[in-house]
C-alpha cells in the first residue's frame, strides 16, 4: 500500500469512527443501564425460592438508592380456594374518579408521564355505546344531570387475549384468577396492549418518576413494585393487599359504595350475594369471548 | 475440506474487497446512505436512552411507523416469490438472472423488517427472552411467535439461495439441484407464510374490529406482489443503467485512442434495406411502406478503419447495421480496452443504448472499410413492428443484457394482475364497512371521512387509493409497456401500497380506542429520523450485495481470476 492511499484509508477510517462515536453519544444520558444482573434475570416462574429472595432483595437495595426508603418487596403467591370477582354498581357510581387517585397511590404508578390503570367514562343516561363517552369531563361537581358514570380498569377475563398474543409469556393468569406481568421478563413489544379490548394496559414510555414521599412501600412482585422503562402494567387487583386479605385500594376509597369484590368461590361473599340476587349483569364487550371477572349491574 | 473452506474464504474476501471498490458516485452514494444510517443511529441512541416517549407513539396509539415500514417490507420481502414461480416452475428463462436479484431484496427487506420490530422494542436488552430454548417462547400461541419464526427462517433460506448460486457462479460449475432446488420451493410456501403470518397478527386481535376482518390476509398479498415486483422494476433499472456505465475518464480515453469520425455518410436507399436483407432474412418481412417510412429517419455511413462508430458512456439514440465489412466493440476496463465482440454484416450495434437511453456501454471501430445502416431510436422501434425482426433483435440483444426488458414486461404482468386483485379486494373490505354501517365502521369512518373533526389520516389514504386507481389503469393500459411511463406506474404502486398498508391499517386500528376515545398519532422527528436510518441501512445492504453480485454473474469475478486487483474486475461495466 502506498503512503498517499494508507493516509487517505486511515482518514477515512479516522472520519468514520468519529461519526460513529459521536452518532453513539445519547447513550451517555442514558440513567438506567441494565447490569448483568438484570440482563440475565430469569422468568418468575423459573426462579428458587432462592433465587426470588435475591432479587427481592435487590429491588428492595434498588428502590432505596433511588426513592431513600426501603420498601418491603415481598412475592404473594394466590391463595387456594380463591378466585377474585369485581362487582361495579353503576347506579351509585357518581364518577368523582377517588377510585383512580387511590389506584394511583397505591400502586406506584408513574406521575410524570401520568400513567392511571382506572378510566371513568361518563355517558349520556340510556346507553352503553361506548362512542358516545366522553373521557375528560370535568364539571365543578358530580354527579351531572343526565349522565351516568362507568369506570373501566382490567377486566381480569377469563379467557384474556392479552396473555394469548404475549411472545413471551411474560404475562399470564394466575389460579386466583388475577392476570399479572413480569415486568423483568416483559420486551416492550405492546402487542397486548393492542390485544386488549378494554384498553386497560399501559406502557412505560418513558422511565416512570414518582415523588419520593408518594412511595407505597408495602409492594409485592407482581404488584406495585417501580416498574422500569420500557414495559407494561396494568390493575392487577392490587395483589399485594388482596393476597393478603384486604380489599383494593379502589373498593375502600369508594364513597358511594359502587366497587364490590371477594371470592367468588365462598358462598357468602358479598360478590357471590350480588352475583346470585341481581337479574342483569353487563360485561363489558361479552361478545368478545373475553368472560370478563368484572360485572357491572344496577340497584333494581 | 480444508481446500473448500479456504476457497469459500478466498470468494468471500473478495467479495469483500470488491464492495469497497467503485467510481466516484458509488462512493457518493454509500457515503450518503452511510451518513443517513449514523443519523438513524443516533436518533435510535435517543430513544434507546429516554424511552419509546420521543415517538409520537403512545398508549392509544401504541404502534406506529414502525411497524407500518415493518409491515410493508415484509410484503417486499415476500414478493421475491413472484420472480422464482415463473423461473422454477415455468422455466422462464428471462427472469433467471433476476431472481437471484429479487431474492437479495427479499434479504435487505427481511433485514430492514427485523431492525424496524428490533426498535419498536420496549426493552431491546431482553431480546433473548425470544430465543427459543434459552428464552420463553410462547409457540405456537402467539402471532408473534410465528412472526420470528418465519422471518428469520426466511432470512435463512434466501441466504442460503443467494449465497449458493452466487458462489457456483463465481466457480464456474453447475449449481447440484438437491442443494438449491428443494429450498427454493420451501421458499416459496415460506414467502407466502411470512405474509399471511403477518396479516395474522393483526387478524387475531378480536379486539380491534378494523383488523379483524379475514380479508386482510388475502389484501396483503396481493399489495405484496403488486408493491413488491415494482418495486423490483425499478431498482433492476437503476441496476442496469449504473452498471453500464463506464469508468471515470473512460470516455476521454476512447476518443484519445480512437480516430476521427466516419468519413461520408448518405441518406439511406431502399437498395441498402435490400442489401441488408440478404444478411439478416428477417427484414423481408417488413412492408415496403414501412421501409419507404424509414427512409428519412435512417442514413448510411461509410467508415474507414479505425473509425469510430458510438463511444462509449455516450448517450445517443442511434442504432446501426453492417452491411458491409467488420466492426469491432471494445471496451475500456481499467484504462485498457478489451474486445467484446465482433460484428459482421446483418448484425446490430448500439440498439440497447438506443432502445432504453442508456450510455453506449462499450465503443465500436471499423476494422475495415465498412458501410453501415444507421438509424434512429423511432426507426428501430418501426422497424421492430415487425415480429420477425423483433424477435431476432431482442434475442441478440438479451444474450448480451443481464436484465432484459422482457424481464421486465414479465414483472410488468405481474404487477397488473396483482393491482387489480388489490383494489378490487379493497373494493370489498370497503363495501363491506360503510354499506352494512354497523358501529365497527368507526375506524373506517376515520380512516377515509374523518371522525368526529378528526381526520389526519384521510389526504393519506385518498393519495392513496388515487395512486393505486392511477396505477391500476396505467397498468391496464399499453402505455406502461414503455419504460417511462411503467417507471412512473411503478412509483405509484409503491407510494400508494405503502400508504394504505403501511400507515392507513396500521393506525385506524388504534383509533378510536377500544373505549371509544380518539388520540390521533403522527410520527416525531427522532421517530421519522430512525425510519430514514433504517431504509438507508437496507439500501446500503441492498447496494453492496449487488456490487458483489453483478460482477460475479456477468462472469467478471469469477475463481479464473483470483489474482487480478478488484478495481479491474469491478470497473467493468456491462459487455454491449
Redesign the interface.
Known amino acids: 500500500m502506498g503512503r498517499r492511499s494508507f493516509l487517505r484509508t486511515s482518514a477515512v477510517l479516522a472520519t468514520?469512527l468519529a461519526?460513529?462515536a459521536?452518532?453513539?453519544?445519547?447513550?451517555?444520558?442514558?440513567?438506567d443501564f441494565?447490569t448483568m444482573e438484570r440482563?440475565l434475570q430469569k422468568?418468575y416462574k423459573e426462579m428458587t425460592p432462592q433465587d426470588m429472595a435475591r432479587v427481592l432483595k435487590r429491588i428492595e437495595d434498588e428502590t432505596e438508592k433511588q426513592y431513600g426508603l426501603r420498601p418491603h418487596v415481598r412475592d404473594l403467591k394466590p391463595v387456594d380456594g380463591v378466585e377474585f370477582v369485581y362487582c361495579l354498581n353503576l347506579t351509585r357510581c357518581i364518577g368523582c374518579r377517588k377510585c383512580v387517585h387511590a389506584c394511583v397511590a397505591e400502586n406506584n404508578e408513574s406521575r410524570d408521564?401520568e400513567i392511571q390503570y382506572i378510566?371513568v367514562?361518563r355517558l349520556p343516561d340510556g346507553s352503553l355505546?361506548?362512542?358516545?363517552?366522553d373521557?375528560f369531563y370535568s364539571p365543578d361537581s358530580v354527579p351531572e344531570k343526565g349522565y351516568f358514570y362507568m369506570p373501566?380498569q382490567c377486566q381480569q377475563c377469563k379467557n384474556p387475549?392479552c396473555v394469548?398474543?404475549?411472545?413471551?409469556?411474560?404475562t399470564w393468569q394466575e389460579n386466583d384468577g388475577i392476570t399479572v406481568i413480569d415486568y423483568d421478563?416483559?420486551?416492550?413489544?405492546?402487542?397486548c396492549?393492542?390485544?386488549?379490548?378494554?384498553?386497560a394496559?399501559?406502557?412505560?414510555?418513558?422511565?416512570p418518576s414518582i415523588p419520593k414521599e408518594r412511595l407505597n412501600p408495602d409492594m409485592s412482585y407482581l404488584g406495585n413494585r417501580p416498574r422500569?422503562?420500557?414495559?407494561m402494567e396494568k390493575c392487577h387487583f392490587c395483589i399485594q393487599r388482596t393476597r393478603v386479605g384486604r380489599y383494593p385500594a379502589c373498593v375502600e376509597v369508594c364513597p358511594a359504595g359502587a366497587r364490590k369484590f371477594g371470592n367468588i368461590l365462598d358462598p357468602n361473599s358479598e360478590v357471590s350475594y350480588i352475583l346470585r340476587s341481581k337479574r342483569v349483569f353487563i360485561q363489558l364487550?361479552e361478545e368478545?369471548?373475553t368472560s370478563p371477572r368484572f360485572f357491572y349491574y344496577f340497584d333494581v | 475440506m480444508r481446500r473448500a473452506i479456504r476457497n469459500y474464504f478466498v470468494f468471500l474476501g473478495r467479495c469483500l474487497r470488491i464492495a469497497f471498490v467503485g467510481d466516484w458516485r458509488y462512493y457518493a452514494w454509500i457515503g450518503l446512505l452511510s451518513v443517513i444510517c449514523l443519523l438513524g443511529l443516533n436518533a435510535y441512541c435517543r430513544q434507546f436512552a429516554h424511552g419509546l416517549i420521543v415517538t409520537g407513539m403512545s398508549d392509544e396509539v401504541s404502534w406506529g411507523v414502525y411497524i407500518a415500514n415493518f409491515t410493508f417490507l415484509v410484503g417486499v420481502a415476500a414478493a421475491a416469490v413472484m420472480m422464482v414461480i415463473p423461473v422454477y416452475i415455468y422455466k422462464n428463462e428471462d427472469l433467471h438472472d433476476l431472481v437471484i436479484f429479487g431474492e437479495l431484496l427479499a434479504v435487505a427487506a427481511i433485514l430492514m423488517c427485523l431492525a424496524f420490530v428490533t426498535v419498536d422494542l420496549g426493552r431491546p436488552d431482553r431480546f433473548w427472552h425470544l430465543i427459543p430454548g434459552i428464552g420463553q417462547f410462547n409457540f405456537p400461541k402467539s402471532m408473534l411467535s410465528w412472526d420470528v419464526i418465519v422471518l428469520n427462517g426466511y432470512l435463512l433460506l434466501n441466504v442460503h439461495i443467494c449465497g449458493y448460486l452466487l458462489y457456483c457462479r463465481y466457480r464456474k460449475t453447475k449449481p447440484g439441484k438437491w442443494f438449491y432446488i428443494p429450498f427454493v420451493f420451501i421458499a416459496i410456501v415460506w414467502a407466502v407464510s411470512i405474509h399471511t403470518v403477518t396479516a395474522f397478527l393483526y387478524v387475531g386481535l378480536g379486539g380491534r374490529p378494523f383488523w379483524n376482518s379475514s380479508i386482510v390476509g388475502p389484501r396483503f398479498l396481493a399489495s405484496a406482489f403488486t408493491a413488491g415486483p415494482a418495486l423490483i422494476i425499478l431498482a433492476m433499472q437503476v441496476v442496469r443503467r449504473v452498471t453500464s456505465s463506464p469508468s471515470p475518464g473512460a470516455d476521454a480515453l476512447a476518443v484519445g485512442n480512437a480516430s476521427v469520425a466516419p468519413s461520408k455518410r448518405r441518406a439511406a436507399t431502399l437498395e441498402d434495406f435490400a442489401l441488408l436483407t440478404r444478411y439478416l432474412p428477417e427484414i423481408g418481412s417488413v412492408p415496403m411502406e414501412t421501409r419507404q417510412q424509414l427512409l428519412p429517419m435512417a442514413e448510411v455511413l461509410e467508415v474507414q478503419p479505425g473509425g469510430v462508430l458510438l463511444r462509449q458512456g455516450k448517450i445517443e439514440d442511434r442504432a446501426f447495421f453492417i452491411l458491409r465489412g467488420c466492426v469491432v466493440v471494445k471496451r475500456e476496463e481499467g484504462g485498457r480496452f478489451r474486445i467484446t465482440r465482433t460484428a459482421g454484416p446483418g448484425e446490430q450495434i448500439g440498439e440497447i443504448t438506443a432502445l432504453n437511453a442508456t450510455p453506449r456501454t462499450a465503443t465500436a471501430f471499423a476494422e475495415e472499410p465498412s458501410l453501415v445502416l444507421s438509424l434512429s431510436a423511432d426507426a428501430l422501434r418501426l422497424l421492430m413492428k415487425s415480429p420477425q425482426v423483433n424477435k431476432i433483435v431482442r434475442s441478440r440483444m438479451s444474450e448480451r443484457l443481464l436484465i432484459t426488458d422482457r424481464a421486465l414486461m414479465t414483472l410488468r404482468s405481474i404487477v397488473q394482475v396483482s393491482m387489480l386483485i388489490n383494489v378490487f379486494l379493497l373494493a370489498n373490505e370497503v363495501f363491506k364497512e360503510f354499506y352494512s354501517g354497523n358501529l365497527h365502521v368507526v375506524s373506517s369512518k376515520y380512516l377515509f371521512v374523518g371522525l368526529r373533526h378528526h381526520h389526519a389520516l384521510v389526504p393519506w389514504i385518498w393519495t392513496a387509493i388515487a395512486f393505486n386507481l392511477v396505477a391500476m389503469v396505467l397498468l391496464v393500459l399499453p402505455l406502461s409497456r414503455s419504460l417511462k411511463w411503467l417507471n412512473l406506474t411503478c412509483i405509484l404502486c409503491v407510494v400508494g401500497i405503502w400508504i394504505e398498508k403501511g400507515m392507513g391499517l396500521v393506525v385506524p386500528g388504534f383509533i378510536p380506542t377500544p373505549l371509544g376515545e380518539i388520540m390521533e398519532y403522527s410520527p416525531s422527528l427522532n421517530e421519522t429520523l430512525v425510519c430514514f436510518g433504517i431504509w438507508s441501512f437496507g439500501l446500503l445492504c441492498y447496494t453492496i450485495f449487488l456490487r458483489m453480485s453483478v460482477p460475479i454473474l456477468q462472469g467478471r469475478l469469477c475463481r479464473d481470476n483470483e489474482g487480478v486487483s478488484n478495481h479491474s474486475v469491478a470497473a467493468a461495466p456491462l459487455p454491449g
Not at chain 1, 459521536?22 to 440513567?31: D, I
Not at chain 1, 394469548?164 to 411474560?170: I, L
Open positions: 468514520g461519526a460513529l459521536a452518532s453513539l453519544k445519547p447513550l451517555l444520558e442514558m440513567n441494565p440482563f422468568y408521564p378510566r367514562l355505546d361506548i362512542d358516545k363517552a373521557h373501566v387475549p394469548k398474543v404475549c411472545p413471551v409469556h411474560a421478563w416483559c420486551i416492550g413489544c405492546r402487542y396492549e393492542a390485544a386488549c379490548p378494554y384498553w394496559r399501559r406502557f412505560n414510555f418513558t422511565k422500569r422503562q420500557g414495559v364487550k368478545m369471548g
